[in-house]
């Protein structure tokens, strides 16, 4: 059984920072990807960064230069610090891990957290 506990949500002004941080525990494969999904009202869930064990990262376009994802493989945990917040950022962020244990491929995701940016 794998459980992601995710925190740092919460209310910033536009501008501001916020870091999120998301915790893996149970039987994790040591090569996997995890990742910031987030969805806001009336929208679809769309990716918004990506890094695997390896450390190779991938960017929504509108995230770029802006936010940056880290993680810490010996504590299965994954971070995203988010700078130069802006109102449109606003929806419930969702931290993802997967990994392939051929035949199968697995994803497990967190519970979401809230991040608004008022203007």
């Known amino acids: 059984q794998v459980q992601l506990v995710e925190s740092g949500g919460g209310l910033v002004q536009a501008g501001g920072s916020l870091r999120l941080s998301c915790a893996a525990s149970g039987s994790i494969f040591s090569i996997n990807a995890m990742g910031w999904y987030r969805q806001a009202p009336g929208k679809q869930r769309e990716l918004v960064a990506a890094?695997?064990?390896?450390?190779?990262?991938n960017y929504a376009d509108s995230v770029k230069g802006r936010f940056t994802i880290s993680r810490d493989n010996a504590k299965n945990t994954v971070y995203l610090q988010m700078n130069s917040l802006k109102p449109e950022d606003t929806a419930v962020y969702y931290c993802?891990?997967?990994?392939?244990?051929?035949?199968?491929?697995?994803?497990?995701w967190g519970q979401g957290t809230q991040v608004t940016v008022s203007s």
């Open positions: 890094i695997t064990s390896g450390g190779s990262t």
């Open positions: 993802k891990l997967s990994f392939a244990s051929p035949p199968r491929a697995y994803e497990f």
